[in-house]
T-cell receptor, first 115, second 108 residues
Framework: GAVVSQHPSWVICKSGTSVKIECRSL??????MFWYRQFPKQSLMLMAT?????????EQGVEKDKFLINHASLTLSTLTVTSAHPEDSSFYIC???????????FGQGTRLTVV | DAKTTQPPSMDCAEGRAANLPCNHS???????VYWYRQIHSQGPQYIIH???NNETNEMASLIITEDRKSSTLILPHATLRDTAVYYC?????????FGKGTHLIIQP
């Protein structure tokens, strides 16, 4: 299957700082990328959908000014957690799709810990 | 608002077929059934998807009932590495909605 690379795989940051997570589709052009968040022992929750060259669409309850998403090219999307707080500590996962039918390919996830 | 219902957990003996059920009684005609799995602390992995016909690939088989209200994912010869949470998802558009899935435990 297609390869989606997410970086970093884990990060520890101080409260109040910002963290950027990258999601790259390595062998296909992803017209759409998705960002999920997963808390321990819970399922994945969709945060936002981003289409290349346009603004991201955020799910209800997700603060767009806190979770900045940029999808500047067909192979790269970034999620920036601004002014991170301990409650933002979570597992963040991206996925990429170019088929419009849900066969999405996921990155390996980023474990964010805010101290 | 879950579109699918799955048992929270299942056990299966190594080497045997693992049959994971999923109910999706409110599925509409143009919605696909997707299966993904997530091994602990990793991103989900695509397994298979289908619309109304049964599907098979190198990982699994997907059996969809004629009325499309339920489906079964079959792992023909389960191994210990198949221990994971398996998600059955019904979706038309992109942006998969994950339920709680079934935690499949393969016993040696």
């Amino acid at each position: 299957g297609a390869v989606v690379s997410q970086h970093p795989s884990w990060v520890i940051c101080k409260s109040g700082t910002s963290v950027k997570i990258e999601c790259r589709s390595l062998d296909f052009q992803a017209t759409t990328m998705f960002w999920y968040r997963q808390f321990p022992k819970q399922s994945l929750m969709l945060m936002a959908t981003s289409n290349e060259g346009s603004k991201a669409t955020y799910e209800q309850g997700v603060e767009k000014d806190k979770f900045l998403i940029n999808h500047a090219s067909l192979t790269l999307s970034t999620l920036t957690v601004t002014s991170a707080h301990p409650e933002d500590s979570s597992f963040y996962i991206c996925s990429a799709s170019n088929r419009g039918r849900g066969e999405a390919f996921f990155g390996q996830g980023t474990r964010l810990t805010v101290v | 608002d879950a579109k699918t219902t799955q048992p929270p957990s299942m056990d299966c003996a190594e080497g045997r077929a693992a049959n994971l059920p999923c109910n999706h009684s409110t599925i509409s005609g143009n919605e696909y059934v997707y299966w993904y799995r997530q091994i602990h602390s990793q991103g989900p992995q695509y397994i298979i998807h289908g619309l109304k016909n049964n599907e098979t690939n190198e990982m699994a088989s997907l059996i969809i009932t004629e009325d499309r209200k339920s489906s079964t994912l079959i792992l023909p010869h389960a191994t210990l590495r198949d221990t994971a949470v398996y998600y059955c998802i019904v979706e038309r558009f992109d942006g998969l909605t994950f339920g709680k899935g079934t935690h499949l435990i393969i016993q040696p």
